[in-house]
């Protein structure tokens, strides 16, 4: 027997059709971005304002869809319909407000600007030239001209910016929730996967793993308890795009996991969210709480038998708990610590029973999959890698936000054409790619136009992670940057195996000295050494890749390590202070005369390697574990 108010399959594309008129009778619209970046401008202040400054003018002003024979249906040119928006990528140019259907974004909006808005845009259709964007000379009037989106390709974002992020009427007439139903009433869970798998999604997590191939593993255990986890637990520095979609289009993660279920055979989920993002908390448990009581979530969903019950699950803030293990004991109620592999989460995951997890990404291609066929998604990008990829562009970049381009795009389109390039005149330099996780790049031609996607980037030990970009000018010094990733994950290490304990101390000691000028050339042996070695027997894939940013700056910005160990002076981070004099130098070690390929100094042309019991004792240890490893204990 259904609960009151909840929709059969019958009523679902009943009402389906319903919000389809509504959205299609909408005259005016106004979209204010709600995103955690443009409220922090004052981007509610304006939507109050708005709303009731053009009440007062004696306007109809909706916030939700108005459906035919409803008493307030509007009926006038000048009803708007105002909404919060989700983030429109452009966060470099908030608070933003976009006008439609006539497509005009407006950037840099003010309190002060809302009246000017009201009476020359909104009642008189007139634009206002100061707050269009504007570049080279060149006002640009509409949205889709500007050369920030040219480039871009949104499936993910696609309703992001577009849509208000708390209405799942309008979620609903945007196709919302129909891949769900054609998933539930249409397909097999083996037909589900097939899919995925037909449409070549890998993960979005930053591993790249096959996602179709995941799903089939979770389908194919014995029938019983499974789990649908999504992992919202974003904690790179500079990364935000899956915060973004959690605030912009939460109801595309929950008809993710949804077909998920349905194709694992789960009837429970959790989306794990760090306690940082209490916008995403709220827009989330918003969007479970109308889906409940519409009946597409909870007990026998759209009249059928299948059920699928989902929480948010609130994480502390450890960056650990973004790894697989680490997140599932964290929802447990135990430590956020990482467990060794196999089993894997399909087999043996959350309270030991098979768990299918992705993360937010990933669960937002879904339903674009389902709408537009395998086929269409499978066209998008490279050979191995399918679709496209939401970056976070930061740092020393003029266009700072969220872009989404096809797998395969050049780093040069996305820093250059898309991020606007270095501001002030500044060359660029590198970018960090994939966070603490991740490796940085150079300004070289052949690093520029290396494809970004999962394979490309391994050739140069970098990765695309979870999909952050930092982006350094020439002030930056990529030993200081190296320092500052490797502080990050000393800090955030969980502590419980001895490489990533231990070792990220050690080398987070050395770098200290080394940008002291203290450092000698047998430092830059010793950070190699134990690079390699905490990334060959750390327990989890966190720790093994936490090296990359020092290995990375190594190999590619040598010179600045030795500008620091040999000189004792670094152009960049010393620019007040003079260069040592010759005097000043007595004692330390100096370069050699001939250094062999690729900048590398001999052992033992420096003097004597001296190297502490501390670091022996970790070398011993670590070789142990791999030995254990090795030996399958």
């Known amino acids: ?8 399959r019958e009523q679902f594309k009943v009402r389906q059709l319903r919000d389809k008129r509504a959205l299609e009778a909408q005259k005016k619209q106004v979209l204010i971005c709600a995103g955690t970046g443009c ?31 409803e008493p307030e249906a509007p009926d006038e040119a000048h009803d708007l319909h105002l909404k919060k928006s989700g983030c429109h990528g452009f966060c470099e140019m908030g608070p933003l407000l976009q006008i439609e259907p006539d497509g005009i974004l407006y950037t840099h909006v003010h309190l002060e600007d809302c009246d000017e808005i009201i009476e020359k845009t909104l009642l008189q259709g007139e634009l206002i030239p100061r707050l269009l964007y504007q570049l080279d000379g060149v006002t640009y009037a509409k949205h889709e001209e500007i050369p920030f989106y040219h480039k871009q390709q949104r499936v993910v974002l696609e309703n992001c910016g577009t849509t208000d992020a708390e209405d799942i009427d309008e979620y609903i007439a945007r196709d919302g929730y129909s891949a769900f139903e ?34 089939e593993s979770v389908r194919l255990q014995p029938t019983g308890k499974k789990y649908v986890v999504c992992n919202g637990d974003e904690g790179d520095p500079g990364a935000f795009m899956d915060r973004s979609i959690m605030e912009g289009n939460p109801h595309s993660i929950i008809e993710g996991m949804l077909i998920a279920a349905v194709a694992a055979g789960s009837d429970e989920g959790y989306i794990y969210v760090r306690a940082e993002y209490p916008l995403a908390v709220s827009r989330l448990k918003t969007a479970i709480a109308k889906a409940e009581e519409m009946g597409l979530l909870g007990d026998n969903i759209l009249g059928t038998d299948f059920c699928f019950h989902l929480h948010v699950n609130r994480g502390a803030g450890a960056f650990v708990c973004g790894e697989g ?26 309270f030991d029973r098979p768990t299918l997890l992705n993360n937010v990404e990933t669960y937002a291609n879904i339903t674009w999959i389902f709408n537009h066929g395998p086929e269409a ?15 976070a562009l930061g740092g020393k970049i003029t266009n700072t936000g969220l872009v989404e381009v096809p797998m395969g795009t050049t780093l040069r389109t996305v820093v250059e054409d898309i991020g606007g390039g270095v501001p002030g005149g500044k060359k660029f330099k590198a970018v960090q790619i994939g966070g603490p996780s991740g490796g940085a790049t150079t300004a070289s031609k052949e690093h520029l136009d290396l494809p970004l996607d999962f394979d490309s980037l391994k050739t140069i030990g970098a990765m695309i992670g979870s999909g952050g970009l930092v982006v350094m000018d020439e002030d930056t010094c990529m030993v200081e940057t190296a320092r500052f990733f490797m502080e990050f994950t000393q800090k955030e290490s969980c502590g419980k195996c001895v490489p990533c304990r231990e070792g990220t101390k050690r080398m987070l000691e050395i770098l200290d000295r080394i940008i002291d000028n203290k450092g000698t050339l047998e430092d830059l042996d010793l950070l190699e050494e134990l690079a390699d070695t905490i990334s060959k027997t750390a327990l989890c894939g966190l720790g093994q890749s936490a090296c990359k940013p020092v290995q990375s700056t190594l190999k ?10 040999v000189d004792h002076h670094c152009p960049i981070c010393n620019k007040e202070k003079p260069h040592p004099r010759p005097g000043e130098m007595q004692g330390l070690r100096q370069v050699p005369e001939e250094l062999p390929h690729g900048g590398h100094h001999r052992r033992g042309q420096a003097g004597p390697r001296h190297r502490s019991g501390e670091v022996h004792q970790l070398r011993r240890l670590c070789d142990q574990l791999s030995l254990r490893r090795h030996r399958g204990q």
């Open 1 to 8: 027997m259904m609960t009151a108010g909840k929709l059969t």
């Open 325 to 350: 293990s680490a997140l599932m004991r964290s929802i447990e109620g135990h430590r956020g610590e990482p467990k060794t592999r196999p089993p894997f989460p399909a087999v043996k995951g959350l």
């Open 556 to 565: 590619y910005f040598r010179d600045e390590y030795l500008a620091h160990v």
């Open 377 to 391: 998604y499978a066209a998008i990008g490279t050979e191995t890698s399918k679709g496209t990829k939401v970056f």
């Open 182 to 215: 054609q998933a539930l009433f249409e397909m097999t869970d083996e037909a589900i996967c097939k899919e995925i798998s037909d449409s070549g999604l890998r993960g979005r997590g930053g591993g790249g793993f096959p996602a179709g191939r995941k799903w």
């Open 39 to 69: 409220i922090a401008g004052g981007s509610l202040e304006i939507y109050d304002y708005i709303q009731a400054e053009c009440q007062r003018r004696g306007m109809e002003v909706h916030i939700s869809l108005i459906h035919e024979g």
